[in-house]
């Protein structure tokens, strides 16, 4: 394929029809229904070894998946078997990492406000990590450890006042937002005090996360010199190592084909050296250090594939005029567009066109006009009813945000793997939609 | 209830805690867990029936619920029941209507891009009306009445170029949208002449719709002016009635205790008005009017209960400082605030407080600094974890746009009356969540 979005192993027959791993996209949508999620299964477990081997070489104990990008069984077992733990945010990410098999050493638990039967669940299996994020959690964690009669690692999410977004990242003292314990006013210090005092828990150091859709190291450095201050006055002030420092995720990847982030080893060993000197100018022994990328493992790996029912061509009031054209889905099964403005790339997947471009927008069927899937796109002014579009990096955050809004079902997900499809999560059925409302049996 | 935003029946009893119709809140998240959607049946049906009235007087033949704004079989047959109509778009909202005993003479299918299953199913259970939305559309529905062997009921929905919103409203001449044939190119007054020459279609008149959250008439009348004049054209040239005219939904409600939208029968006769004038205007016989409120009628008769999981106190860089008060929903079960930046009201709900006031944020569970609830609440400072809190109007759009991001569970839906408790939706389970993924069983 012609650009930096699509999947590693799309390619394009010779009449133009887009294949995922020697798949025929018109195969699998007359198969598996459309829309229809279609992963690259080989290409998130190579990228989850990627990420693995950078980071690992940057001073990386363990890289984790973070869970809340894309999660089934399947993509689980993946980057388990790639050696990546996993970041849970819920007893329902939970649960499906313990059905994948994932032992709960590999698991690290997150969330600002963990329910007391997520905290019950999570030492049930023996996750590894829990990562404090409240006063009320130091309590609630040390008694489920202690009625369970375990001592449970913990770490301590910290606030740096560092917020990182593609190349550009801010500064502040304070962090307006709901996670973790702040540096600046020392409710981080008096959270690791807690913490220490506490027989069944076995404090193992810091967790920081700086933002998303990160395309350079510039955000790290601050984050990482204030993180290391903080590990340092932990050292001198409590007596106590901080032996982990988990930097979180964030790490961005290319939605439109000028998007540059970084290289993987390139983005790894910057923050690896950046952590290493704030280290040694701080005079502490180099921390075991841990990532959660999630969307930069699946999201690439992913597109969406949906069947195209009407177009459009609507006058605006410049004197232009832009194609719509209409889709079998819509902000049930990509609420980024509504929600963050994100943008696309989208193509004509079921064939070539050489006709002309024009102006077009890609809409939804859900009735509301802010349903847009693609914003801006130059499309092929052939296409017609039953063409098939394809939309580029939808592996994460698509599937995992969907609603039944207009109850709609939800797409199903299949992945492919040297021309081999798999379910990964099936389509919902009409029945499935129905099955809460006691009425409608 | 102190002010406007809170359902008919929700009052506070000695200790403050909220009852809606008799049922204490305490009792509802005891039984059916948090969070939790309530909605207040009695309001719900005396809305609908409100509505119908004062339409009906304005000149309306059927008022139609618009089921997006929240669909289960219970919803539809209360509003059945108090002689609304129901206003769906895919064959899954039909579905609900279908089981719910709505006979199809009283059911209106919209969408901008039916697919031809929603089309079939929509003849085969008899739709009295589907409201066509493009040209391919109008070839789909007469292949498909013509297989049936029927004469289908269609109108035109037109964008006349009106977009309203609270107290204003813009107009241009083209609109940049998905929906609708335009006014102004012709392209409505072509749709019609197609339509009149298929004997399988029979063409009932127009549709427009202008916009939501609509407080004031203002942008009825242009809509109107330009509608009966299209009407007047089709009767001129095509020698064909406009015997309906659907002026579609939109009807405001109050988010915040200033929100003043119009009282029905004001705003339904203003309506009524606006049109007649503009039929004399026109020398055009009244067509039967025909209305979708959805927002309207099941809004201000829901509220979602959750339960405090962590209250953090966070300095900002002004000096100031803000409660962030996890509860343990959000974002999945509340999108609008992320998606519109809805404002809503909230309460303390499981007791009084006579504690000072601070300013405050209510926040969820998820793995997400945008997940934000109610983005800013004056609420007393002694709240606490296991307190419960309301927040008022959640009865439209939240249920209906609900995820599982994270891997939450959607909460149940619950109806009250005369203090009698109904499972409208309920609760999903683990084994909900997990049931589309092959590998989790």
Avoid at 21 to 36: I, Q, T, Y
Avoid at 288 to 315: D, H, M, N, Q, W
Avoid at 364 to 381: N, Q, T, Y
Wanted: hydrophobic share 45%; proline share 3%; charged share 25%.
């Amino acid at each position: 394929m012609e650009s930096n979005v699509w999947p590693m192993h799309a390619s394009r027959d010779e009449r133009g029809a887009l294949s995922i791993a020697g798949v025929d996209c018109r195969d699998l949508v007359a198969e598996f229904g459309s829309p229809l999620y279609v992963l690259d299964e080989d290409q998130v477990r190579l990228t989850a070894r990627r990420y693995r081997e950078a980071y690992e070489e940057a001073g990386a104990g363990i890289v984790y998946y973070a869970a809340k990008a894309f999660l089934a069984t399947a993509v689980a077992r993946w980057v388990y078997d790639e050696g990546l733990g996993l970041d849970v945010a819920s007893a329902g990410e939970l649960e499906v990492a313990v059905r994948a098999g994932v032992p709960g050493d590999r698991i690290i638990m997150h969330g600002n406000n963990k329910s007391m039967s997520d905290i019950e669940r999570a030492i049930e299996v023996g996750v590894g990590r829990i990562v404090i994020d409240s006063f009320e959690e130091i309590v609630r964690v040390a008694d489920a450890a202690s009625r369970a009669g375990i001592v449970q690692s913990v770490m301590v999410r910290v606030t740096v006042g560092v917020e990182a977004h593609t190349h550009d990242f801010i500064s502040t003292a304070h962090e307006d937002q709901k996670f973790g314990l702040s540096l600046a006013n020392g409710n981080a210090l008096e959270a690791v005090r807690r913490i220490i005092k506490l027989p069944s828990l076995n404090f193992l150091g810091l967790h920081s996360h700086i933002g998303s859709q990160i395309f350079d190291a510039g955000g790290f450095e601050i984050a990482a010199e204030r993180i290391v201050s903080l590990a340092k006055r932990i050292w001198d002030d409590l007596d106590t190592e901080v032996s982990h420092l988990n930097l979180g995720g964030g790490m961005g990847i290319a939605y439109l084909p000028d998007d540059d982030p970084l290289e993987i080893p390139v983005m790894a060993a910057l923050i690896g050296d950046i952590v290493a000197k704030e280290c040694a100018n701080a005079g502490l022994v180099m921390p075991s250090l841990a990532f959660e990328p999630g969307r930069a493992i699946v999201g690439p790996a992913g597109i969406t594939l949906y069947e195209v029912g009407t177009v459009k061509l609507v006058e605006l009031d410049d004197g232009g005029s832009r194609s719509y054209i209409s889709v079998d889905g819509g902000m049930s099964d990509n609420i980024r567009t509504a929600l963050y403005g994100a943008e696309y790339s989208v193509a004509l997947a079921s064939r070539d066109s050489a006709a002309p471009v024009r102006m077009s927008r890609v809409v939804g069927k859900h009735c509301e006009s802010g349903d847009i899937v693609v914003r801006d796109a130059l499309l092929p002014d052939d296409i017609v009813a039953s063409d098939l579009l394809a939309v580029a990096a939808t592996g994460a955050y698509c599937r995992s945000m969907a609603s039944n809004y207009n109850h709609l079902p939800k797409p199903a997900v299949v992945s492919v793997r040297d021309g081999k499809v798999t379910v990964v999560l099936r389509r919902e059925s009409m029945e499935d939609l129905l099955r809460l409302d006691p009425g409608a049996s």
